[in-house]
């Protein structure tokens, strides 16, 4: 009922697992795959390692969450030799790669695809690095770092990772596409700040962060709405999507495939498997056979 | 201030709070030459083993044990070994620090239990050790300096060991456990262990041998406490959410286990290369 083709990679489902929440290591990937996702994103490697920020780098509560990890990673390098490949695990994995310059995007997904993921995402939307311009906000720009992935990952379809935080996400979904992208990932975190009244600070080290969870549904559904309109590719809907009813959404502004990153946070990691229950019985419900019936149904 | 439990109001799972609260000192008590509880006028409702996330605004956010719990207050003990144990170290009754938490499993409560702690790793087990009838309590430490709560648990019945034999016998807590469980008349059906990885490891494989059921606190780089960030991971096992307590037949399936642990970036490496850097 909920099988996925997402390029050419069949999913059990379509959920997956967002870049940034657990995907450290070969186990715990193993382990959420066990646990009923459709795929698996690593957290994002790039060329060197890094430590990321001072804590806090999260909180969170009812509806919202915040974080400002600052991309700490132990480099492309290092997990070359700890995951030594991805094709033999309990799950499809999507490998989540970023650089400083563009030809550092290219390296980290040369790397990236000797180990045979199913798919390679590039993270050109995190909001926390101060790349001077960010790639995500400028049309060009995202279609430099996309050639230069696309022409280092052989066969391997990658999806480019867009930000909510620019004045118009279609032309960068635009850009993404015509420079070879396979698919679109929407959204990354959305740009925000909690200040402490009684420390008189921001809580995160970091100061700005981004914000997921419930909070950030909206923004997603409007963002994959848009891209949706504006791309053929499939799209990767993530953003707040923490119940079945949420993907349900987010397959009707236009999703092939559900991201749940922050959902772990609110229902661990039994989350995929609940969310697609979840789905079946609204389905079933509904008297609807396959997701591509009700795809992008808020279009019309 | 939470700990991740459904909220009695919820309407859906998505209740709960893991955001730091400001909380004021209320006393300070020096537990050793560099050791320093901090207690709170607060009720945290904390499980035996549990810890919370303290927050130093502009210094860093790190998990503590909590070491004192009761309806009216609890405290955590801090021992100066880093940059962030220093600037604790300097905070003063009236001083506030943000508090979340408290999270984590806990240890399970049996009687006739032993336990073996080293050093600042105590103040892991005292809110266990508080809620235990009687337990043996094998504590050791480099030296007399290094050991905290002496005076606290003067009336419990407790065999100290220092490395150096500044204090109580010389010699180690493995040593100890290991003289004791050969005696065939001890009556001992559980042991408890915090401390040093390597001195756990050796605990563990000191019951193992005598087919006795053991549980350990084990620490790890943690960022958010509420498993979700994925650096505290011991093989397939999530530190903070799935421990820090683990008994032997997990032990046992984990490798990583006394050899290597995670720093911050997500590298794995050596237990002695994660202890020289965190």
Known sequence: MLQTKLCSISLKNPTILASGILGVTKESVNRIGKSGAGAVTLKSLCHEERQGNANPTMFGCDDVFFNAVGLPGQGIDSALKEFGRLDNLSVPVIGSIYGYRVEQFGEVAKKMA???????????????????????????????????????????????????????IKEIAHAAEKAGANAITAINTASGMVIDIEARKPILANRIGGISGPALKPIAVRCVYEVYETVKIPIIGTGGVTYGKDAIEMVMAGATAIGIGTGIYYRGIGVFKKVCDEMEIWMKKNKIKNLNEIRGVAHK | MGNGKKSKMTHHETCRTDIPKMLEIRRVVQEGKGQKSFFFNHSIGCKPGQFVMVWLPGVDEKPMAVSYCNKKEFAFTSQSIGKFTNELDKLKKGGKIGIRGPYGNSFSLKSNACIVAGGVGLSSMSTLIDKLKNPLIIYGARSRQHLIYLKRYKNKNMIVATDDGSFGRKGFTTDVLAELLKNKK?????????????????????????KIQCETSLERYMACGFGICGKCMINDKICCVDGPIFNSQQLSKMPEFGNFARLKSGKKVTIKEYHSVH
């Not at chain 1, 045979?116 to 590039?122: D, H, R, S, T, W």
């Not at chain 1, 430099?144 to 391997?156: A, D, F, L, Q, W």
């Open chain 1, 114 to 168: 000797s180990l045979k993921p199913a798919m390679i995402e590039v993270d050109i939307s995190c909001p926390h690095m101060d790349y001077g311009k960010p790639y995500y906000a400028d049309p060009e720009l995202t279609a430099k770092v996309t050639k230069e992935v696309k022409n280092n990952s052989g066969k391997i379809p990658i999806s480019v990772k867009l930000s909510p935080n620019v004045h118009d």
């Open chain 2, 186 to 210: 001890n009556k001992i059906k559980i042991v408890y262990t915090c401390g040093p990885e390597i001195m756990m490891k050796k605990v563990f494989e000191i019951c193992n041998k005598h």
